[in-house]
């Protein structure tokens, strides 16, 4: 009996830990999502000569609250003819599949929850299961247009984990490593080996001067292509214009979640918007330094010693995230949607080429290095 | 396009056009710190207003409305004769009047005309109201008039019925009371209604269109329509045929009376899919 | 998509499974109902479509969700009083819809020759203002159907400055009520004519924005060119008219052709599609179509302006717009005329047959969307979901017109 409290006493630690730190997670992706609805509203209101929401708080910064409490008190309707177990599990495992995706996700010098050594794999590994979840509500549905939106959805996702991987697989080449921590290092003041500007040797060695310098982007600018490419799959990925056609409003109503109201509707509201930042996250570990600051060390100006640190990293990448995140809302609200046989010409025969080029390119460059 | 233009021409107009759009779309995020103030057509700042947003904050600014505004009826009682002009020609009966012969003097309206009917009822229904505005162009002393209040939203339909009646139920019970009276001596009591007008239709005389030949024995009101059109030119070559040719003949068979009473054979619709 | 269990089972096992072939599978149809209540259906119209996974084999319209006996309502109804009725079948042009009334009535009675030269013009203008608002529209929601939504609220940006500008000149936003059988119901209000010169002034760089934004834009022209084409034939044979007809590169227009008002002294050019994206006759001709209109319409209403402004229809003090409305309107015992014009959405049509009364004996209205709907079967087979909703667009109906 005493050495199973013990165990269990000695248990509860970690998973006290854990938890704590999930929930912390969870908590920040859920007032991400309200800020980013808000900010999405505003951002596509100034687009179209708008003002946005006004009138619930100040400069209705309330709106997304006033929105989010509304959906938590909705009824929870099942449709009768719905598959009910199915139809329930799905915005849970789509939201997971996103939320897992924030545990290797490194924030700071030591601020990464786990820090595996096959992160990336990690990642884009849950990214696909995202699919899964799709797949349960547009079948659990039982209606026609969330079937539509859920077949369209997992063609596009499943497509295009290709140019998507392709363009993270030449990072990964260069790298030499899966773990997105130690990529991340790779890319700021304190990267071990010399890294040469544009990666061409007769430049000078940029390691001790930090900031944008050493990104991978401009330390090996053929990165520059992958990155454009990862960040158009990445759009598809989370399913989002000009790629949004799962749930393309004007043709599918609303697609996969075309039945889902209150709080299962939130999780896919939460499960879109965290997505939107994980993808950006990931193409800002992976190409824009992590969560290294921006700003080189200038010969006794050592901006870029001063803004690293966990407090900087965290600001660094986030709105490294953040811009990604404006991005694709800038992109929303200026392009119309491409059609399914459209989205999979530009996968597999635009982007798809181009970055099986970058991943020789990125092969040739590490092993002349 | 992705045939006719080729790989590499494609992408590239992909790309210009993209990020046309989207250079297009940061102007007017970024003019979005401006905004047009709520000035009304009539102000010679309108097309002068900067860019930028463009949304009326409705409830706390509006737009001014013209005076031409048409979005609630009123009439100014005072001035209304009973005419029924009004109520003749709504298009949807929106408007009942009573009226009573008065015994005694009422004066005249404000542009001079006598007053000679008690109005017991001017009930306007402006849920049913169709805001054409004509009952306002036909009133003889310009006492129905569009005003340009907006918004009058009633939680009950009933609210939205006016009542604009000069006497109350009680004075219209003694009015009509005194009313008969005078005409049991020399004529048959006056009293009309919006509703007592014909019901639409039934009052039409009996006609029957009759086939006639273009240009030949037209009535003599019609004639002159078709002959001063100016002349048909199709400037296209392979255009439809213009409609003044042959239009007679189809209309021969069903031009008689008991061509039009005869009901046709209800016949079972079926439903045929084409095949793809 | 899915396979028959038993005979695909039973075929798999006794046979070679190399021989089995793609079109062996057996697939469902699938049936979807697009509507009443669907976003794209541009108000409630119901669409059966037969679907085989995103490709749609046939498509079926079922109307009259919207249908308020139009024509058995006008029979106990005025001359007159028939227009705010006429307003409501298009009621995104409904000033065009009362010009056509007003004149097919006028050529009832003979009087269309002595119609004041400045309540001719108003007219004109007055109806290509609003085949301005109502092309914006049409091109908005286009562009809403293929994905991009920004240009739908630019475009109900401009058009709200229309509306302001009919509701300065007959009071109201929608349904005006304001073209009448011989005059008009107000003279332009003083001050019109300028605001509407710098309306055309304002509006030229936003039709060129307009075009940066959407109509150029890859997407969009892949979304659109060469689909739902529409063969000239296909398009006479079922009576399309408007930029349906000359989408598919027919130059007919009934302004220049069946003239009427003071269309034959203007000058503009009947736009066709020509094929510069595409093949004329797909949804982006069309669309391209309506967009030269606007261009064109501008053109029109600089001219009008001239004319009210300087010329024969300038104003003056002793112009009564309701001088030639009759108190009664009574065109002779069987008088009958069938009259058209160019609507912003094609060919509108009346029929108009007097007994002799003031209400007509009966009347017919030919609505261009009614007929231009009636080919989106034939245009939409073998085309994918997605595009139905493009074809749709491209077609420009609107339901008070088609339900009527």
Redesign the interface.
Known sequence: MGSGMEFFIALLGPVLGVMFVALLVASFIALYTLAAVYAERK?????????GP?ETGPRGLLQTVADILKLLLKEDIVPRMADKPLWVVAPFVVFSAVFVGYAVMPFGPELVAANLNVGVLFITAFAAFEVAGLLLAGWGSNN??AL?GAVRSVAQVISYEIPAGLAVLSVVLLAGTLNLQEIVLQQGIGASGPRHLFGLPFLPDVSALGGLFTWNVLAYPHLLIAFAIYFIASLAEVNR??F??PE????L?AGYHTEYGGIKFAFFYLAEYGGMLLVGLIGAVLFLGGWHSPLPNLGPVRLADWTTGPIWGIFWLLLKGFAAVFVHM??R??????????LM?LCW??LTPFAVAMVVVSAFWASWR | MMAQRGYWANLRTGLRTVWTGLRLTFRHLKQARRRRAPVPIWDPSYFRQPDGQVTIRYPHEAIPVPDTGRYRLHNHIDDCIGCLKCARVCPVDCITIETIKAVEDLGTTSNGQKKRLWIARFDIDMAKCCYCGLCTMVCPTECLTMTKVHDFSEFDRDNMVYHFANLTPEEAEEKRRLAEAAAARPTAPVREGASEKPAAGSGKPAFAPRAVPRGQSAPPGQAGAPATRPAFAPGAVPGPEPEQSGEAEPKAETSSPQAEERKPTPRPFVFKRKES | MSTSPAAGAARWAASDPNRVRLKDLRTEEMVLNMGPQHPSTHGVLRLEVVTDGEIVIDVIPHLGYLHRCFEKHAESLTYPQVIPYVDRMDYLAAMNNELAWAVAVERLLGIEEDIHPRVQYIRVLMAELNRIASHLVSIGTFGQDAGAVTPFLWCFRDREHILNLFEWASGARLLYNYIWIGGLMHDLPVGFEERCREFVQYFRPRVRELNDLLTYNTIFVERTANVGVLPLEVAINYGCSGPMLRGSGLRWDLRRDDPYLVYPDLEFDVCVGRGEVGTPGDCWNRYKVRAEEIEQSLRIIEQCLDQLQRGVARRTADFDPQKLCPPRVVPPRGAEVYARFENPRGELGFYILSDGTEKPFRVKARSPSFSNLSVLPEISRGAMLADLIVILGSVDIVLGEVDR
């Open positions: 951002v596509s209101a100034f687009i179209q000569d708008r003002v006004l026609k247009y539509y214009a000009p949004d056609i393309a409003e004007s043709e109503v800038w992109a609200w200026t392009l119309p949607r491409l059609r399914v046989d459209q010409y025969k635009v």
